[in-house]
T-cell receptor, first 115, second 111 residues
Framework: NAGVMQNPRHLVRRRGQEARLRCSPM?????VYWYRQLPEEGLKFMVY????????ESGMPKERFSAEFPKEGPSILRIQQVVRGDSAAYFC?????????????FGPGTRLTVL | QQPVQSPQAVILREGEDAVINCSSS?????VHWYRQKHGEAPVFLMI?????EQKGHEKISASFNEKKQQSSLYLTASQLSYSGTYFC????????????FGQGTTLQVKP
């Protein structure tokens, strides 16, 4: 049973470009969460999605960031017009359907570097 | 509100014990413990759902005191593989799926 998959693992962008981060949840999981981790800091919640629905986006910056989890395909975290402060590790986690207190399993992360 | 972990860092010798605490100013619904090694993904250790509950995984166990709004992680007879940063995550009083993590406790186990 494959775990949570994220790609790319490393992404380099210049300021002003767009970054697209992909996350495929574990098989059978329908809840996806995105977290951001700045260097030497903890994990900060960004958004919680279920298929075709955003459940909680209280951690998402108001501008430039968006997330989706379509009916088919991976969840996408999109960052438009990246700035140096967006450089971080972005982790996706998933949990099975049912109550959302289920354990969240993390993917390997995408390390975004903005030049 | 972010839970507070203590201590911030611990250095141990192999075989020694350690306790990591996680406390919150808000009522806790559940507590989740993860370990993260440098440059890797957080790995789930255990979840505690009830007040006073204790759980264990090999030589790592945890307790959850709902009244004190606190959880503690106990590492017994530590091994080199225990090194990493430990995070507690909480849902607070509502079941929203949004985990709020503490700032982390870095554990270093030396031979």
């Amino acid at each position: 049973n494959a775990g949570v998959m994220q790609n790319p693992r490393h992404l380099v962008r210049r300021r002003g470009q767009e970054a697209r981060l992909r996350c495929s949840p574990m098989k059978g999981h329908s809840h996806v969460y995105w977290y951001r981790q700045l260097p030497e800091e903890g994990l900060k919640f960004m958004v919680y999605l279920q298929k075709e629905n955003i459940i909680d986006e209280s951690g998402m910056p108001k501008e430039r960031f968006s997330a989706e989890f379509p009916k088919e395909g991976p969840s996408i975290l999109r960052i438009q017009q990246v700035v140096r402060g967006d450089s971080a590790a972005y982790f996706c986690a998933s949990s099975p359907p049912g109550t959302s207190i289920n354990t969240q399993y993390f993917g390997p992360g995408t390390r975004l570097t903005v030049l | 509100q972010q839970p507070v972990q203590s201590p911030q860092a611990v250095i141990l010798r192999e075989g020694e014990d350690a306790v990591i605490n996680c406390s919150s100013s808000k009522a806790l619904y559940s507590v989740h413990w993860y370990r993260q090694k440098h440059g890797e993904a957080p790995v789930f250790l255990m979840i505690l759902l009830k007040g006073g509950e204790q759980k264990g995984h090999e030589k790592i166990s945890a307790s959850f005191n709902e009244k004190k709004q606190q959880s503690s992680l106990y590492l017994t007879a530590s091994q080199l593989s225990y090194s990493g940063t430990y995070f507690c995550g909480t849902f607070g009083s509502s079941n929203t799926g949004k985990l709020i993590f503490g700032q982390g406790t870095t554990l270093q186990v030396k031979p």
